[in-house]
């Protein structure tokens, strides 16, 4: 398998641009990256990439060699997959990304109860508000909280989300209650925003008379953690928008408080996204079908709220 390494080391440095990164990727040191990438150029006998001391290019060899070794990577992986007895031995690693909130709720907990069921599956969880490139940082399962426009991504509908705008009642007593979204921008209300490179959070699209339409937003804070601008909502800090199942329960508390009730936030959708190649890799399957399940089940649990009694 030394080779097929080989070959796994140089696609991660191919993408992400870095010895070190592909290293932390591999579960490996810098050096041992390196070793491996030279041992495959020993064995082509051309130069995969141009070092200097402060980037790393690939070379036209490598780029072209970078096309054909992905293509061999995704037969193995393939071919391991269908080989795999599914009820009986599933096995290997599942690189996952989510959203904080999402993932911190629903994803988290239920990690160690497909383990147990699993245990020869390990999950590398990694969680991020940020954008999320699923192919270009080598994720096999992506959660998405958005509407997606266009992807070449296999989406999964997990479930529709429907979204509030809310305040703290201190905020409110302070500042009004705004009766829609032109009363926001007018009256130059505290939107807390969820802001990274990319991010359209500061135009929030509201539903009016005449469809929907943004909203140019502002506000003293903004953060790329969207549980962080819960906490400065429930502190009196501004207005955010959430998806109701963030809130559902500091909104039956009295602790937010809907506002601009007359032009609501158009809802969103939570989404598992794949490479179209890994939805055959089986212990892909068995890890959506077990997080979808369990999310849905958990978000109707959030929504509805404790049982009576």
């Not at 020993?42 to 402060?54: A, I, P």
């Not at 399940?293 to 109707?300: N, S, T, V």
């Amino acid at each position: 398998m030394s080779y097929v390494n080989n070959l796994r080391m140089f696609v991660r440095v191919h993408e992400l641009g870095s010895m070190s990164a592909a290293a932390r990727d591999q579960r490996t040191s810098p050096a041992v990256a390196s070793a491996r990438i030279s041992e495959l150029e020993k064995h082509l006998g051309v130069r995969l990439f141009s070092r200097t001391t402060r980037s790393l290019q690939p070379t036209e060899n490598g780029r072209i060699f970078y096309d054909g070794a992905k293509r061999v990577l995704e037969a193995i992986d393939e071919a391991e997959a269908a080989v795999m007895d599914v009820t009986q031995n599933p096995r290997g690693t599942i690189f996952v990304a989510a959203p904080l909130g999402i993932g911190r709720r629903f994803i988290a907990p239920q990690v160690p109860a497909f383990k147990d069921i699993y245990p020869q599956i390990d999950v590398r969880l990694r969680l991020s508000d940020r954008a999320i490139d699923v192919t270009g940082e080598g994720l096999d399962v992506a959660f998405h909280l958005g509407i997606l426009e266009d992807s070449t991504l296999k989406v999964r509908l997990i479930a529709d989300c429907p979204r509030v705008l809310c305040a703290a009642p201190a905020y409110i007593a302070r500042r009004g209650n705004p009766v829609d979204g032109a009363a926001l921008v007018n009256d130059r209300h505290d939107c807390l925003n969820l802001r990274f490179p990319g991010a359209k959070e500061y135009q929030w699209t509201l539903q009016g008379p005449e469809g929907p339409r943004r909203h140019d937003v502002a506000g003293p804070f903004e953060s790329d953690d969207g549980d962080v601008l819960t906490g400065w909502a429930l502190d009196g800090r501004g207005i955010v928008m959430k998806p109701v199942f963030e809130v559902a329960e500091h909104l039956r508390e009295g602790r937010l408080v809907p506002v601009a009730v007359a032009t609501p936030p158009l809802p969103t959708q939570l989404s598992i996204l794949t490479q179209h190649r890994r939805l055959k890799d089986p212990k892909v399957t068995l890890f959506t079908d077990f997080m979808t399940l369990h999310i849905r089940d958990a978000m109707r649990r959030a929504l509805a709220g404790p049982a009576p009694g």
